[in-house]
């Protein structure tokens, strides 16, 4: 294996990352570090995910090859969120730790645009950015690209996601020609292609993992449940991995905080991060979800962005995404650092369809699993318990003065009785409550006695309404938005709802049968952008197909929950 030396890095920066802990360079440094101090000057396009390693190989190289000497901007990283911007700044200040006369400056919006226009000005070499933000600077003349010599896009397919297209490109153009450009993303849509042949120079590609993988040490489960037990079965999920540490994705910020709230209800070490807390709020859950006092994190794809925390255990999905391509980077927060992980989705049968073609993306099949029963969970939850109480550390100096008080106070009991009462007081809860809650059914088992009634469609189909709305691509109509509709309008955050199809002049969404009144009426005399909305009651989809594939995916897919996860070293979660 090759060393951080024999990359060609430089005393100073081994012994800075030697510090950090780096011991072995990762793959994507193994083939980034050596290409960006050699001789060539070709641009590069790097196939890797967050939690690769990827900044240091392409930092170390910048901190390596920087002209200290000079006060002026050489190098220029640009990310999607604030957060990113903060740890690749902290990143490379860790990097330059023994290098002289280094200065990084981070810029991005929701913070005093003063504070960092008196940063830069102070002198700096590398500036890391989001693109609203450093335009801004541009075009205050503060920020002068005519001196770059690299541009980092970092997470570009995540820029694109946020809508910096427009933003990219701008500084794209305004950087000097004959810089060298290096883009790293963790997929590689179509856009990213476009921007690449219209603003790189014979690119060198690499991929790190497989192209629009996922990492290799991530499992995927999936867990088939009815629409009214979603709730039930992520409860269920995370009582039966003791001490998950781990993020919960959900579609919009209202349900979001809504789950949020029923498992803080409930006893969980949760909180919601999403768009609508103010930054300090969300600052704060980061950095406690970061620490470990939260242990699971309830958020929404952008919030959690930029949120770099390496060893979660779980990516729970409590919906799918509406972009499947999204899924992967929710998926490639686990599995990081050569630990492993594992992605679960919580799905409807309607969702078949969507997570054949997730399977196709990551090449990767799903576990089709059943949700744990009761005495399972309380299985686990109680042999971790006991596997950690075997192994605390004992202080025996601290605690010796108490111990004779300790002992008179059990002598009338046996070992025995000790064992059972010390085992209830803890555990006692989770009997509690799974004696009195039975068991979920996962849809196939109700769906057996339905198709033989109806061959053609599904029952999860049976639970549904089909809506046709008059709004589509041309109103600039997006399933959040349409979603965000149905919770505004039905004053309801529990409606689940199905398929999402937007066209362009008209649209269909699937709700929950139950609320098809109720969504019906609450959409009367409302107006979007100007436009009077006209809902009504569509047909179904045929699903003459469904019936075939979900054959195929029963056949030998289908296992059973893993039993028993407690050799995963999971901590036992902290409740109350
Ligand atoms: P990144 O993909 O840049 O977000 O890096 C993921 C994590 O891996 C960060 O916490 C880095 O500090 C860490 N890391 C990067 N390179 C190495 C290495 N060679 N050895 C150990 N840890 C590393």
């Known amino acids: 294996m090759s060393s951080f030396e024999e990359l060609g890095l430089n005393s100073n920066l081994i012994k800075a990352i030697t510090e950090m802990g780096f011991e072995n360079p990762m793959p994507v440094q193994k083939e980034v570090i050596p290409f960006l101090l050699g001789e060539g000057e070709n641009d590069l396009i790097a196939l890797a995910q967050t939690g690769t390693g990827k900044t240091a190989a392409f930092g170390l190289p910048i901190i390596q090859e920087v002209d200290g000497s000079k006060s002026t901007i050489q190098y220029l990283i640009l990310a999607p969120t604030r957060e990113l911007c903060m740890q690749i700044t902290k990143d490379l200040e860790s990097f330059s730790k023994h290098s002289a006369r280094v200065k990084i400056v981070a810029v991005y919006g929701g913070a005093s645009i003063e504070t960092q226009i008196r940063a830069i000005k102070n002198g700096a070499q590398i500036i890391c950015a989001t693109p609203g933000r450093l335009l801004d600077l541009i075009k205050r003349r503060v920020v002068k690209l005519g001196g770059i010599r690299t541009l980092v896009l970092d997470e570009a397919d995540e820029m694109l996601n946020m809508g910096f297209r427009e933003d990219l490109e701008e500084i794209l153009e ?4 004959e810089r060298r450009t290096l883009l790293f993303s963790a997929t590689m849509p179509n856009e990213i292609r476009k921007i690449s042949s219209n603003y790189m120079v014979d690119p060198k590609e690499i991929t790190i993992g497989r192209k629009n993988a996922g990492s290799d040490d991530v499992e995927h489960f999936c867990y088939f449940v009815h629409a009214k037990d979603r709730y039930a079965a992520l409860k269920r999920l995370a009582d039966f991995y003791p001490g998950v540490y781990g993020i919960i994705f959900c579609r919009t910020k209202i349900e979001t905080q809504d789950v949020a709230d029923r498992l803080i209800k409930d006893g969980y070490n949760a909180d919601a991060l999403h768009g609508d807390l103010s930054q300090a709020q969300r600052d704060a859950v980061m950095n406690k979800f970061r620490i470990k006092h939260l242990r699971l994190l309830v958020a929404t794809d952008v919030a959690s962005r930029g949120l770099d925390v390496s060893n979660l255990s779980h ?58 029963g009761g005495k399972e969970i309380c299985e686990n939850q109680l042999f971790h318990f006991i596997d950690k109480m075997k192994n605390v550390e004992v202080e025996e100096s601290d605690i010796s003065s108490f111990l004779p008080q300790v002992y008179k106070k059990l002598e009338d009991l046996s070992k025995e009785e000790i064992i059972k009462k010390f085992v209830a007081l803890e555990f006692n809860r989770f009997l509690d409550y799974y004696k009195s809650s039975s068991d979920l059914i996962s849809p196939k088992d109700s769906r057996r006695t339905r198709e033989t009634r109806d061959s053609r469609e599904t029952s999860s189909a049976d639970a549904y309404t089909r809506f046709f709305i008059n709004l589509g691509k041309t109103d600039d109509l997006k399933p959040t938005t349409l979603i965000g509709m149905i919770n505004d309008y039905t004053r309801s955050k529990s409606i689940d709802i199905g398929e999402i199809e937007i066209l362009r002049n008209f649209s269909f969404f699937e709700v929950d049968n139950q609320f098809s009144d109720l969504v019906l009426n609450s959409f009367k005399r409302k107006n979007f952008k100007g436009r009077d909305i006209n809902i009504e009651v569509a047909e179904r989809k045929k699903r003459t197909l469904q019936k075939h594939e979900r054959g195929k995916a029963q056949s030998g897919k289908r296992r059973h929950t893993p039993r028993n996860p407690r050799n995963n070293n999971f901590d036992r979660k902290r409740r109350g």
Do not use: W
């Open 174 to 177: 305004t950087a000097p020609k």
């Open 315 to 372: 990516i729970i999905n409590y919906n799918l995404p509406d972009e499947l391509e999204v899924y992967t980077h929710r998926s490639g927060r686990t599995g990081r650092a050569g630990k492993k992980g594992t992605s679960i989705i919580i799905a409807n049968l309607k969702e078949k369809g969507k997570i054949r073609q997730i399977e196709k993306k990551l090449n990767k099949q799903f576990i089709i699993s059943e949700i744990p």
